[in-house]
């Protein structure tokens, strides 16, 4: 499925660096580390009339993984939150937005790997666009298996939520070519990981299954459903999940700031789900609708 592009994006203000400008200005410099290696972080956030979901978990974890990237002069919480407002208040956003926060090591004094080359500090961006839930929840997806392995922590660690995701494109070109919405990418023991953008879930036999956040980013919006899947009194817990366990489970769904709880409905052309397990994934999708305001905060 592709995004559509929406006009009203068109005149948007965007925060870079320490000040608002207009969409055509929104730019960094080519020596800008962003555009020398990706090597940024970055996070998404969904905008509600409430307030913005997990906004302080989402901050958090862009912290942390700037300061596992050892970045330097990194922003405050409070700078961030502020530059959010900004933005936010510049394009008249209080509600159905999405915004793409991203932290770069900054600018280098001349191209090149080594960070000591970056002295002026990190560079914040914040880019909200007018943008509605991705997926269709009812429908569903239907998705490939990539040849593309998610990476391990012993190659560059999913817990740093980087912006250097060509691994996870190259899955998503996969699914392209193959005409479906998204790729499943299996760790290096074959077991599956996470979508190319989104974690995974499967029920089975009345029990919800995650996998081990190894190869996987223990997203934000998973760690809300396993935490809900409990509370509603389902058992919940995480385990190697490999394709024919996830071919025949009884339901599965994908999790993720840019489609909530979205239904899987196909994997490598078997259909997935019985109404069993349909029945499970509406009443945790439910409760999941119910708890989004409570979640919210203001920036």
């Known amino acids: 499925m592709l995004q559509q592009f929406y006009p009203e994006n068109e005149q948007i203000s965007v925060f870079v660096g320490d000040r608002i400008v207009d969409r055509s200005e929104?730019?960094?410099?080519?020596?800008?580390?962003?555009?020398?290696?990706?090597?940024?972080?970055?996070?998404?956030?969904?905008?509600y009339a409430e307030g913005i979901v997990h906004l302080s978990a989402h901050i958090n974890r862009l912290m942390e993984s700037a300061h596992a990237l050892s970045f330097e002069n990194v922003p405050s919480e409070d700078f961030m939150r502020d530059a959010i407002r900004q933005t936010l208040d510049a394009n008249g956003m209080?509600?159905?937005?999405?915004?793409?926060?991203?932290?770069?090591?900054?600018?280098?004094?001349?191209?090149?790997?080594?960070?000591?080359l970056n002295q002026n500090g990190c560079c914040l961006i914040v880019l909200a666009e007018w943008?509605?839930?991705?997926?269709?929840?009812?429908?569903?997806?239907?998705v490939i298996t990539s040849s593309q392995r998610r990476n391990g922590p012993q190659f560059?660690?999913?817990?740093?939520?980087?912006?250097?995701?060509?691994?996870?494109?190259?899955?998503?070109i996969q699914a392209n070519v193959a005409g479906v919405d998204a790729a499943i990418m299996l760790d290096d023991n074959g077991f599956i990981a996470e979508l190319n953008d989104t974690n995974l879930f499967t029920i089975k036999d009345g029990r919800v299954y995650t996998p081990f956040a190894d190869?996987?980013?223990?997203?934000?919006?998973?760690?809300?459903?396993?935490?809900l899947a409990e509370e509603a009194?389902?058992?919940?817990?995480?385990?190697?999940?490999?394709?024919?366990?996830?071919?025949n489970a009884d339901f599965a769904f994908a999790t993720g700031t840019m489609g909530h709880l979205t239904p899987v409905s196909k994997a490598d052309g078997r259909t997935i789900g019985n109404a069993e397990g349909r029945k499970l994934f509406d009443k945790?999708?439910?409760?999941?609708?119910?708890?989004?305001?409570?979640?919210?905060?203001?920036?």
């Open 26 to 47: 929104a730019k960094v410099s080519v020596f800008d580390s962003s555009v020398q290696g990706g090597d940024a972080v970055w996070e998404g956030l969904r905008v």
């Open 94 to 116: 209080k509600k159905d937005a999405h915004v793409r926060l991203t932290l770069t090591r900054g600018e280098k004094i001349t191209s090149g790997m080594d960070p000591r």
């Open 131 to 142: 943008k509605p839930l991705v997926y269709d929840n009812d429908k569903g997806i239907e």
């Open 156 to 172: 560059l660690d999913s817990k740093i939520h980087h912006a250097n995701l060509l691994n996870n494109i190259i899955a998503k």
């Open 215 to 227: 190869a996987c980013l223990p997203g934000i919006t998973r760690n809300h459903v396993m935490r």
């Open 233 to 247: 009194g389902l058992s919940m817990s995480e385990k190697n999940i490999s394709l024919t366990e996830f071919y």
């Open 284 to 299: 945790l999708n439910k409760v999941f609708g119910e708890s989004i305001a409570g979640c919210c905060e203001r920036p």
